[in-house]
Nanobody
Framework: QVQLMESGGDSVQAGGSLTLSCQISGDTRGSYCFAWFRQAPGKEYEGVASFYSGGRRSDVSDSVKGRFTISHNSAKNMLYLQMNGLKPEDTAMYYC????????????????????????WGQGTQVTVST
């Protein structure tokens, strides 16, 4: 079992920055794909960024490339999402998620991986960006 807890969501103006944090706990032995998803009201989950613990590889979606950065601190068991240049369309509930790499097609951890493949989820943290 893996437990995830997000924090850091807030209301900011367009152009601002936020850093989301995800505390990871439980049994994370083996290779995991950690990811940030977001969900705006009435919309489906959208993968934003991913981090593969086995190879320490990261990926971000095209919609946030150049603005968002995912990072992982293995010593603290923390996952971060640094968000710069925030836009109103970034407004959403942001979730930290995890799954073993074997749960993904071809064991491929990437930002666009299907949300249904992720087994463990945090409760979410709200990000609101105003004009």
């Amino acid at each position: 079992q893996v437990q995830l807890m997000e924090s850091g969501g807030d209301s900011v103006q367009a152009g601002g920055s936020l850093t989301l944090s995800c505390q990871i706990s439980g049994d994370t032995r083996g290779s995991y794909c950690f990811a940030w998803f977001r969900q705006a009201p009435g919309k489906e989950y959208e993968g934003v960024a991913s981090f593969y613990s086995g190879g320490r590889r990261s990926d971000v979606s095209d919609s946030v490339k150049g603005r968002f950065t995912i990072s992982h601190n293995s010593a603290k068991n923390m996952l971060y999402l640094q968000m710069n240049g925030l836009k109103p369309e970034d407004t959403a509930m942001y979730y930290c998620a995890a799954t073993k790499r074997q749960a993904l097609p071809n064991d491929y951890c990437h930002a666009s991986a299907e949300s249904s493949r992720f087994v463990y989820w945090g409760q979410g943290t709200q990000v609101t960006v105003s004009t």
